[in-house]
């Protein structure tokens, strides 16, 4: 399957990102532009088609462009991103998708950001966190049951995304952080535990068998390769400092739309 990736450049005002939990320390901006390239080459070199937006000077996070939308086979879904300094982040995203998918909004008061969305399959789990809140649940859900979806709301603890925690592997496996997470939720599927002394850890990107893992989570690397999996680091320590992982950097889909997708849609 063909996939293609929007990312957007490292915003010059990164250093104002939005911090929930971590201590706030200075981003040498250069290093993290390099850093970021050097992210997309590694797309590229997976097969993935890069889309690569300009960066927004006056949006800090706005390098993180996962959570300005959800992208699914048949759909995207644009959120009210829980963040009030990054709710214009979805305006140039939604332009970006609109020529591939048909386009739904979320209203107020639902807040989501796509970070705390994880698609399995067909079920999509959401996290409950500071930035998504249940009315953004309670309305993806309405939207993706039509698409023959199952959305469940996930219990997170002490992390900012729910992608933070977990990420999906692929054939029914799930990377997980017990302790940040409610493991009841993913009953069915296989977890594979992280090591606990490696925090935030969570947060791979698996793509075609290849997983993507930040270099700093070398353990993480380690115990996917023993489960057979081919695994690329990526040095993304500049945009760690703002909280982020390394599926936060783009919006992953396939490059082939569903023909009856149109114009933008509400």
Known sequence: MALMAITRGVSPSINRC???????????FDKAVTQHHAYEDCLR????RVVALPAEPE??????????ALVLDEIAVIPIMGAAS???ETKTIARALQQHRLLKFLTEPATLDGG???????KIFVGLTKRTNRAGVDQLREILRHYDYEVIAVEVR?????KSACSYLGDGRIL?????????CFAGFELVDDPDDEPGNGNVLELNGTVIVP??????????????????????????????????????FAASADPSAGPLGK
């Not at 939005?18 to 040498?28: F, G, K, T, V």
């Not at 002490?158 to 729910?162: G, Y």
């Not at 997980?176 to 009841?184: G, K, M, N």
């Open 215 to 252: 270099a700093s989570f070398p353990k993480v690397s380690g115990l996917l390769e023993e489960r057979g999996f081919r695994v690329k680091k990526v040095d993304v320590s500049e945009l760690q400092k703002a909280e982020a992982g390394v599926s936060c950097c783009s919006l992953i």
């Open 45 to 48: 070199q997976l097969g993935i």
């Open 59 to 68: 949006l800090p996070d706005s390098v993180f462009v996962e959570d300005a």
């Open 158 to 162: 002490n992390i900012l995304h729910l």
């Open 116 to 122: 705390d969305v994880l698609p399995a399959g067909r």
């Open 18 to 28: 939005e911090l929930s939990y971590h201590a706030r320390e200075p981003i040498d």
């Open 86 to 88: 990054r709710r214009p």
């Open 176 to 184: 997980i952080d017990r302790s940040l997470v409610d493991e009841r």
